[in-house]
């Protein structure tokens, strides 16, 4: 009952226009009183029995204000906190955020490492080979080579000027140079075939190619 007329009598619309403190009996034995926190609010105090004393309500406004002070200063605290702690939630995420960066670039460098080891071991393997070895892309441009690391009449023969050459014929510097225009139109077309169902296959083609050898 005494909440009921509380609800009545502190109107949120007309309480600026309110003049703190505030006292009433709502009921026979039950007395309420109204006092103002500054900056905060109001505290309201029950008492049964008997009514506060006039003069220890007079002597209140003291204690309101510090009270309102250590509520302030309590509020304040908390947001300190919720702020603190969002703040070391942040670092914990930003020091997850780093870890995972590290080891990112920690498992990068491994693999970069396994590659260049890889690719070191097949040039290795590359070179051991005494065969020649031509690397070219499907319109027969010459993208890297390898010379045989003995004397190979295919690649020693030379094709007159502007003739059209009878067989193999590799200059010094390939990078380059179209595979297609060192070889007779015959192997051309074997060369353009096979690379074709490389492509289409996806898989490795192998062919033999008969070349004349001048002389013998």
């Given amino acids: 009952q005494v909440?009921?007329?509380l609800d009545s009598v502190v109107d949120p619309v007309t309480q600026p226009f309110l003049h703190f403190p505030m006292s009433g009996e709502p009921a026979a034995g039950h007395y309420y009183y109204i006092l103002e926190l500054p900056n905060i609010?109001?505290?309201?105090?029950?008492?049964?029995?008997?009514?506060?004393?006039?003069?220890?309500?007079?002597?209140?406004p003291s204690l309101q204000?510090?009270?309102?002070?250590?509520?302030?200063?309590?509020?304040?605290?908390?947001?300190?906190?919720?702020a603190h702690n969002k703040m070391m939630a942040f670092n914990t995420e930003l020091f997850e955020i780093s870890g995972q960066l590290e080891n990112s670039r920690l498992e990068l460098k491994q693999t970069l490492q396994e590659l260049q080891d890889t690719a070191n071991r097949n040039q290795a393997i590359?070179?051991?080979?005494?065969?020649a070895m031509l690397y070219f892309n499907q319109q027969g441009d010459i993208l890297d080579y390898k010379l045989p690391t003995a004397?190979?009449?295919?690649?020693?023969?030379?094709?007159?000027?502007g003739d059209p050459p009878?067989?193999?014929n590799l200059p010094p510097a390939l990078y380059g140079t179209k595979l297609y225009s060192l070889l007779p139109p015959d192997i051309v077309r074997q060369f353009k075939y096979y690379v074709e169902q490389a492509t289409i296959t996806s898989e490795r083609q192998q062919f033999e190619i008969t070349v004349e050898i001048p002389g013998n």
């Fill in 126 to 131: 590359i070179d051991a080979l005494p065969d």
């Fill in 65 to 82: 204000t510090k009270l309102a002070h250590a509520c302030h200063a309590c509020l304040q605290n908390t947001e300190v906190i919720e």
């Fill in 166 to 168: 009878d067989q193999i």
């Fill in 41 to 60: 609010g109001f505290m309201v105090l029950i008492k049964n029995g008997q009514p506060l004393d006039p003069y220890l309500v007079k002597s209140l």
């Fill in 3 to 5: 909440f009921v007329e």
């Fill in 151 to 161: 004397p190979c009449f295919l690649f020693a023969a030379t094709a007159e000027h």
